[in-house]
């Protein structure tokens, strides 16, 4: 079992910044892609970045590449996502994820593990 926590949501200001960061524990010894998605009030769960065991390949949601970086220091088994030039459509609840694959990918299902979520709100 892998627990995930994440942190570093809150309310900022459109244009502004917020890096987010999960904490992993637990069987952390095994190789996990890592992702993250987010959900929106009213809409479904969407993915937004994946980084691969190694932390040298990465994927982005074309809404927000350019913008947000997925991280990993896996000394410290955790995983960031740094949030640049923040848009108010960026506002929702962030989830970060552990897949036992390579690279999880972007659907939920190829993901084992979630965190509770940290909720980010950009206003406008």
């Known amino acids: 079992q892998v627990q995930l926590v994440e942190s570093g949501g809150g309310l900022v200001q459109a244009g502004g910044s917020l890096r987010l960061s999960c904490a992993a524990s637990?069987?952390?010894?095994?190789?996990?892609?890592m992702g993250w998605f987010r959900q929106a009030p009213e809409k479904e769960r969407e993915f937004v970045a994946i980084?691969?065991?190694?932390?040298?390949?990465?994927s982005y949601a074309d809404s927000v590449k350019g913008r947000f970086t997925i991280s990993r220091d896996n000394t410290k088994n955790a995983v960031h996502l740094q949030m640049n030039t923040l848009k108010p459509e960026d506002t929702a609840v962030y989830y970060c994820?552990?897949?036992?694959?390579?690279?999880?990918?972007?659907?939920?299902?190829?993901?084992?593990?979630w965190g509770q979520g940290t909720q980010v709100t950009v206003s406008s």
């Open positions: 994820a552990a897949s036992t694959r390579v690279f999880g990918g972007r659907q939920e299902t190829a993901y084992d593990y």
């Open positions: 637990g069987r952390t010894s095994n190789r996990y892609s």
């Open positions: 980084i691969d065991w190694s932390g040298s390949v990465t």
